[in-house]
């Protein structure tokens, strides 16, 4: 039961922050910032914001500071919005996701291009014993029969 009201609780203020990012702030370091998750401690007490930011690591970083400054106003922003008696504080987390994305991406190349190297090998491969390696029972001469 507490693990659904914090889930409803962390996408409610998602979508707060969201809209309230959508409308801008007034801080030119903000760059183009998407919320991706927000997760709620147990206590309903604190909130970790997981956010991405399209560009260069220099607008990440300074989106990051415009965040951090922004933090107060924007939990203020989230109290207005929320029925609860305290308003959770916000952490703001870069999250990993399109790092990981590349990182997953190159290691698929990578393994297509050995899958192709390995089968541009065994096409042109031979045996290296008999192309039948299993024991077949000799058949019997005439001679032997003696």
């Known amino acids: 039961m507490a693990g659904e009201r914090q889930a409803r609780l962390g996408d409610r203020i998602r979508v707060i922050l969201a809209e309230r990012l959508e409308k801008g702030l007034r801080d030119p370091r903000l760059g183009f910032v998407t919320i991706t998750d927000v997760r709620v401690t147990g206590d309903l007490q604190h909130a970790s914001v997981f956010y ?19 933090t107060g106003m924007l ?39 050995r899958d192709q190297a390995v089968a541009g090998l065994a096409s042109t491969a031979t045996y290296a014993g008999d192309a039948d390696p299993y024991v077949k029972p000799r058949e019997l001469d005439e001679s032997d029969e003696d």
Do not use: M, W
Request: proline share 5%; glycine share 4%; net charge negative.
């Open 52 to 70: 991405t930011v399209l560009g260069s690591e220099e607008e990440r970083t300074a989106s990051a500071e415009a965040l951090r400054s922004a």
């Open 75 to 113: 939990r203020t922003e989230v109290g207005k919005h929320l029925n609860v008696r305290l308003t959770p504080s916000l952490e703001f987390i870069p999250d990993a996701i399109p790092e990981n994305a590349d990182h997953i991406s190159d290691l698929l190349r990578e393994a297509r291009e």
